[in-house]
Every structure is written in C-alpha cells, then in structure tokens.
C-alpha cells in the first residue's frame, strides 16, 4: 500500500501554499456527508469543538482531493495544517488547525485524533492503492478510527469503548467507498478494493472505469460486505459503554444506518455508485436511536 508520513518542513512554508489550501476547498458542510460527525444530539457544549475537528479534516480532504493541485503540494500543505496543530508554525498559515488546538488543549484531547487523520490524507495525496485486505484496514485505522477516539475522548468514555468504536468507524469507511469505488478510481487514481482479489478475479483496476460495473466486481463486493458485517456486529457493543445519552442515542443511530446500507450496497452490487441510505433508513436509525437513548432495549 502506498502512502506516507513526511515530516513537517523546517523552513516556513511559502504563502502559495496556503493560498493552494485555500483554494482547494470544497465548501462542503457537514450535512453533506453520510454519517455526520456533528449532531443535534450531542450536548450543545460539544458541539464548537465538533465543528471545528470537523472543520480542520474537511480541509484536509479537500486538500488530498484535489485535481489541481500536485502531491508534492498537497502533502507540503499537510505538513503545514500538522505544523500549526502542534504549535510549531504560524497559526496564520492554518486556521482550521490554529483553531482546533487550543480547543483539543483545554478538554484534554490528545492532538494525534487529528494529527492521524494527516496520515491517511498524505497517503491519498500521493494516489493510493490497497493491494490487500489488510492495507485496506490499516488505511482506516488512520483515516477513519481517529473520529471515533475523538468523540469518545471528548465525552470520556472509558477504554472499553475503543475497540466497538474502531469497529464501527472502519466499517463506515469501507461502506463509503464501496459507494465511491469508481469514482475514486477514474478521478483520483485511488484503489480501496483489494488489488490481488481484483487480480485474482481476471481483473484490472482499470475495469472499475467501464460502464457498467464489469460483473467480476459483484462477488468482490460481497466478500468485502462479508468481512464488514461482523465490524458493524462488533459496533453494537459501543453504545453499552457511554454514559453519555446524546452520544449512545447518535452511535445507535449510526450502527443502525451502517447495517442499512450494507445491505442495500447488497443488493445493488456492483452498481453502488448510487446506493445510499433511504430517509426511511434515517427514520428507523432515528427511532431505534431515540429508543435507547430513554432506556429501551439497545
């Protein structure tokens, strides 16, 4: 698996760094994603440093989603939202980072559930291909399970809740680009299904192009969902171990929403360019969510 984890640069960067930054952002909000991070459930006190961790790793998506930019800056550009993170740069050079640390500092949140995240994204940057199964799950340990250990670390939740959370936020990444598997192929040149099954089927990475899917993708699809399910499984040990009522009721919410989807990319395999979930899934994980969150059955 390709990926890396340059070290920040000793000389300060130049401003068209952060004027490429700049320029990279999507302007998406976090009601544009499948899982939001930031919910009305959480408690309002929450909810600023929430929307700033959510702030700070948009901007790196953005910046390692690029079409513009080269890796060599993209990943320049990483190391310097770490820089500012970690209080070594200009704050200036990094708003997103420059707002977040203080927030982190003052609640005792460890950095690295942001500065982890830049590992992942550096990988992206330079065009990533997972040739195993394992890549795949060392890819989210980084780029996904981070999220989760904030959430948990914000509201703490004791260690119990990591392994669940780790689960349920590796199977959502999973889901995710089992979504986006062509298009993260054809525009950013990045593979998330393993290459050696791909291979191993009389495949090619540049299959995923065709119109429509090739059906060799279906039965790599479902052994990917195969190997998913039993994270989500894992994921319903998670609200059991928070205190919290707002965060229990979300986490019930989401594992509900994963088990959807997982069986609605099922179903459409291996055209899941267009699955997602229904607003019926969103009502049901809405209600089973609430249901828990007043002392029902989880």
């Known amino acids: 698996m390709s990926g890396s984890t340059a070290s920040v640069p000793d000389a300060a960067p130049g401003p068209e760094i952060t004027d490429a930054v700049r320029a990279a952002l999507s302007g998406k909000g976090m009601g544009d994603e499948n899982f939001p991070v930031a919910s009305v459930l959480l408690a309002r006190r ?115 809740a990591d392994r669940p959370s780790d689960a349920l936020c590796t199977a959502l990444q999973i889901l995710n680009h089992l979504q986006d598997l062509r298009e993260d192929w054809t525009r950013l040149h990045r593979l998330y299904l393993p290459l050696e099954w791909i291979e191993a089927a009389g495949g090619h990475a540049e299959d995923l192009a065709r119109v429509p899917t090739p059906e060799l993708f279906r039965p790599l699809i479902l052994e990917a969902l195969d190997r998913t399910d039993p994270l989500i499984a894992e994921a319903d040990r998670l609200p059991v171990h928070i205190g919290e009522r707002g965060l229990t009721m979300q986490s019930r919410m989401v594992v509900e929403l994963a088990k959807r989807l997982s069986s609605r990319l099922r179903a459409d395999a291996p055209e899941t360019e267009d699955t997602k979930a229904s607003r019926t899934d969103w009502a049901a994980a809405a209600l089973r969510g609430a249901w828990s969150g007043l002392g029902g059955r989880p």
């Open 46 to 160: 929450h909810r600023p440093v929430v929307a700033a961790y959510y702030r700070f790793a948009r901007t790196a998506d953005d910046v390692a989603d690029s079409e513009t930019l080269t890796p060599d800056v993209k990943v320049a550009a990483l190391d310097v939202m770490q820089a500012v993170l970690e209080g070594r740069e200009d704050p200036a050079l990094s708003p997103e980072a420059a707002a977040l640390r203080p927030m982190l500092q003052e609640r005792r949140v460890p950095l690295r559930v942001a500065s982890d995240l830049l590992i992942a994204f550096r990988g992206d940057s330079r065009g990533l291909t997972c040739r195993t199964w394992d890549d795949l799950i060392a890819y989210c340990e980084n780029s996904a399970n981070p999220v989760g250990r904030f959430l948990l670390r914000l509201h703490g939740a004791p260690a119990a």
